[in-house]
T-cell receptor, first 114, second 114 residues
Framework: NAGVTQTPKFQVLKTGQSMTLQCAQD?????MSWYRQDPGMGLRLIHY???????DQGEVPNGYNVSRSTTEDFPLRLLSAAPSQTSVYFC?????????????FGPGTRLTVT | GDSVTQMEGPVTLSEEAFLTINCTYT??????LFWYVQYPGEGLQLLLK?????DKGSNKGFEATYRKETTSFHLEKGSVQVSDSAVYFC?????????????FGQGTRLTINP
């Protein structure tokens, strides 16, 4: 049971380049989400999904796209990277049922945009 | 919108000292409250939670009580260890009986010296 995995661990992009951050979970969780972590600001929600085919925006969605074609995978796409997107990105998952109060976080992807 | 405010860091203590990290929140409903911990180079892990007023969450010697009257959820530990060195995040979720769409505080970096 690998939990939540993210690739790559580190990435450097030039302004205007595009890339996809990968996130996968093997716990059959319906809910998946992406957060960005910036110094002094905690984590902020970018996008989330409550199941395959369903996505919605969080607090800071601009500049990012997501899709959810399977329960296991929830990739985050940067179409045209900007220096303001330099951050550490975390993917998280959890069951949707009412008994679950824990989100499971991946190890993170550190992205630098120059 | 909902928000979480944590005491400013970083916090440096000696081993066996008493720890308090303050956390206050603003929410329109009746949120669930959480403390997450991030060890160096890792993702976030749930430390403890409280889902209704006057609940006390506890784990690994840490405790926090959900105080609706003061909108607070302060983290305490009676005797800290070097292994407690980490970044601590207070968070809330206003999803009914759930933990999705977390709103985080800015985090408090804790360093324990031997």
């Amino acid at each position: 049971n690998a939990g939540v995995t993210q690739t790559p661990k580190f990435q450097v992009l030039k302004t205007g380049q595009s890339m996809t951050l990968q996130c996968a979970q093997d716990m059959n969780h319906e809910y998946m989400s992406w957060y960005r972590q910036d110094p002094g600001m905690g984590l902020r929600l970018i996008h989330y999904s409550v199941g395959a085919g369903i996505t919605d925006q969080g607090e800071v969605p601009n500049g990012y796209n997501v899709s959810r074609s399977t329960t296991e995978d929830f990739p985050l796409r940067l179409l045209s990277a900007a220096p303001s997107q330099t951050s550490v990105y975390f993917c998280a998952s959890s069951p949707v049922d009412l008994s679950s109060y824990e989100q499971y976080f991946g190890p993170g992807t550190r992205l630098t945009v120059t | 919108g909902d928000s979480v405010t944590q005491m400013e860091g970083p916090v440096t203590l000696s081993e066996e000292a008493f720890l308090t990290i303050n956390c206050t929140y603003t929410a329109t409903g009746y949120p669930s409250l959480f403390w997450y911990v991030q060890y160096p180079g890792e993702g976030l892990q749930l430390l403890l939670k409280a889902t209704k007023a006057d609940d006390k969450g506890s784990n690994k010697g840490f405790e926090a009580t959900y105080r609706k009257e003061t909108t607070s959820f302060h983290l305490e530990k009676g005797s800290v260890q070097v292994s407690d060195s980490a970044v601590y995040f207070c968070a809330l979720s206003d999803v009914p009986q759930g933990a999705q769409k977390l709103v985080f505080g800015q985090g408090t970096r804790l360093t324990i010296n031997p």
